[in-house]
């Protein structure tokens, strides 16, 4: 239930994230900044961190849900790619079909049961119980490479090469069309729709700095094969990066035309992690690298 609340001069100079906890005081603060963070918690119609400082008129428009109760078993089931592990990390090759971690759509069969299986003491690691060891996520449908903390030193470690910009990620994606430069940066805000909570947009003035760099590798007769490299990690960035620039990922159904065409065979949006550059906790810089899946190696036969 959305509840409204107006600032008055008595609660105004304090942190919106501590003014919200007065009124969802059951919840832990960490819940509440990421919903905050999320745009649950609006400030005159826009979102703000957790730490704004409340001004006198402002009006909050909360609608904060509660947490979803999460049980993180092992599944031996779910199969993982490995291709290199230390005492800190594990990469691994992500198939697609695959969500990362258990949330309220989906409560177990998640790579990260899987993980558990392999790796019990994974379960301990991090911030969010319900994401333990991950640093950075692969869309559902979206295949390849993937790094995961195996103790809490190496999940700060990790973390702040993603937060610093350091780590290096290149995917490579099949568009519909071809864009009008080979080449280029796509910089733009990117914010979470209101009318879709499980889409993201181009925001014009609210929303979070995202960029990408992108390269075309080959034309084909409807499509292109381009190499995109984010150099932030906004959800869903890519996809709402190409489809905002008039070439959506093929197959890709939230973000694609309705109207565009998609090679015949291709069953999901055609995005997969190819290379991963980083320096580990142990201070080795190591490059990963992920051929195309067969399935996605196909359908560029079929189009050829």
Same mark, same amino acid.
């Given at each position: 239930?959305?509840?409204?609340?107006?600032?008055?001069? !008595?609660?105004?100079?304090?942190?919106?994230?501590?003014? +919200?906890?007065?009124?969802?005081?059951?919840?832990?603060?960490?819940? @509440?900044?990421?919903?905050?963070?999320?745009?649950?918690?609006? +400030?005159?119609?826009?979102?703000?961190?957790?730490?704004?400082? @409340?001004?006198?008129?402002?009006?909050?428009?909360?609608?904060?849900?509660?947490?979803?109760?999460?049980?993180?078993?092992? #599944?031996?089931?779910?199969?993982?790619?490995? +291709?290199?592990? #230390?005492?800190?990390?594990?990469?691994?090759? $992500?198939?697609?079909?695959?969500?990362?971690? =258990?949330?309220?759509?989906?409560?177990?069969?998640?790579?990260?049961?899987? @993980?558990?299986?392999?790796?019990?003491?994974?379960? #301990?690691?991090?911030?969010?119980?319900?994401?333990?060891?991950?640093? %950075?996520?692969?869309?559902?449908?979206?295949?390849?490479?993937?790094?995961?903390?195996?103790?809490? =030193?190496?999940?700060?470690?990790?973390?702040?090469?993603?937060?610093?910009?350091?780590?290096?990620?290149?995917?490579?994606?099949?568009?519909?069309?071809?864009?009008?430069?080979?080449?280029?940066?796509?910089?733009?805000?990117?914010?979470?729709?209101?009318?879709?909570?499980? $889409?993201? $947009?181009?925001?014009?003035?609210?929303?979070?700095?995202?960029? !990408?760099?992108?390269? !075309?590798?080959?034309?084909?007769?409807?499509?292109?094969?381009?190499?995109?490299?984010?150099?932030?990690?906004?959800?869903?960035?890519?996809?709402?990066?190409?489809?905002?620039?008039?070439?959506?990922?093929?197959?890709? !159904?939230?973000?694609?035309?309705?109207?565009?065409?998609?090679?015949?065979?291709?069953?999901?949006?055609?995005? %997969?992690?190819?290379?991963?550059?980083?320096?580990? =906790?142990?201070?080795?810089?190591?490059?990963?690298?992920?051929?195309?899946? $067969?399935?996605?190696?196909?359908?560029?036969?079929?189009?050829?």
């Amino acid at each position: 239930m959305k509840r409204v609340y107006i600032i008055k001069s !008595t609660d105004k100079n304090q942190r919106l994230d501590k003014y +919200v906890m007065r009124f969802y005081n059951n919840y832990s603060r960490a819940y @509440l900044q990421k919903q905050i963070k999320k745009g649950a918690a609006l +400030v005159n119609d826009q979102t703000k961190k957790p730490s704004y400082i @409340l001004k006198e008129a402002d009006k909050i428009e909360a609608d904060i849900l509660p947490p979803q109760e999460i049980s993180l078993e092992p #599944d031996k089931n779910i199969k993982i790619h490995i +291709v290199y592990e #230390d005492r800190d990390a594990i990469v691994l090759d $992500k198939q697609a079909g695959v969500t990362v971690h =258990p949330g309220p759509a989906q409560k177990n069969g998640t790579l990260v049961n899987g @993980l558990l299986a392999h790796y019990p003491p994974l379960k #301990d690691i991090g911030e969010d119980p319900a994401r333990p060891g991950v640093v %950075h996520r692969l869309d559902k449908d979206t295949s390849g490479l993937m790094i995961i903390a195996k103790n809490n =030193p190496a999940f700060e470690w990790l973390k702040k090469q993603f937060q610093e910009r350091k780590v290096i990620k290149k995917y490579l994606a099949l568009v519909v069309g071809r864009p009008k430069k080979s080449s280029g940066e796509i910089k733009t805000l990117i914010t979470r729709s209101r009318s879709n909570p499980t $889409k993201q $947009k181009v925001g014009i003035k609210e929303g979070k700095e995202a960029i !990408t760099l992108y390269e !075309t590798l080959k034309q084909y007769k409807n499509f292109t094969l381009i190499e995109a490299q984010p150099k932030t990690g906004r959800m869903h960035q890519i996809r709402v990066h190409l489809a905002w620039l008039g070439n959506p990922v093929a197959g890709d !159904t939230k973000y694609g035309h309705k109207s565009a065409s998609k090679p015949q065979g291709l069953n999901r949006q055609f995005l %997969h992690a190819t290379s991963l550059k980083i320096t580990l =906790p142990n201070g080795q810089k190591k490059d990963f690298q992920s051929p195309l899946p $067969k399935e996605l190696k196909r359908i560029l036969a079929i189009i050829a």
